[in-house]
């Protein structure tokens, strides 16, 4: 099996910053697409960030210029940087990773439990 812990959540000021953590840790053969997901209430979950193993990333819109996503493959880690925080970034973040648990099986989306961030004006 494999778990996704995430970190780093909180409530921080508009134009402040916050850096997310997840690791993936488990049964792990390779992981492949990692990423960060979020879900506003009464909205549904969004992407907004992702990263190939080979490091190739792609952003919402909405995020482009403030937050960057990084990995360690060696920790199976990935980092989301936010800065220049906006109301509108307040939402729950959830860790995605896709991982194939050994030669004979497929791939498969993983998720975190999320972590709470929160934009006060």
């Known amino acids: 099996q494999v778990q996704l812990v995430e970190s780093g959540g909180g409530l921080v000021q508009a134009g402040g910053s916050l850096r997310l953590s997840c690791t993936a840790s488990?049964?792990?053969?390779?992981?492949?697409?990692m990423g960060w997901y979020r879900q506003a209430p009464g909205k549904q979950r969004e992407l907004v960030a992702g990263?190939?193993?080979?490091?190739?990333?792609d952003y919402a819109d909405s995020v482009k210029g403030r937050f960057t996503i990084s990995r360690d493959n060696a920790k199976n880690t990935v980092y989301l940087q936010m800065n220049s925080l906006k109301p509108e970034d307040t939402a729950v973040y959830y860790c995605?990773?896709?991982?194939?648990?050994?030669?004979?099986?497929?791939?498969?989306?993983?998720w975190g439990q999320g972590t709470q961030v929160t934009v006060s004006s």
């Open positions: 995605n990773a896709n991982v194939r648990i050994s030669t004979t099986f497929g791939r498969y989306d993983y």
């Open positions: 488990g049964t792990i053969f390779s992981v492949n697409t």
């Open positions: 990263i190939t193993g080979g490091g190739s990333r």
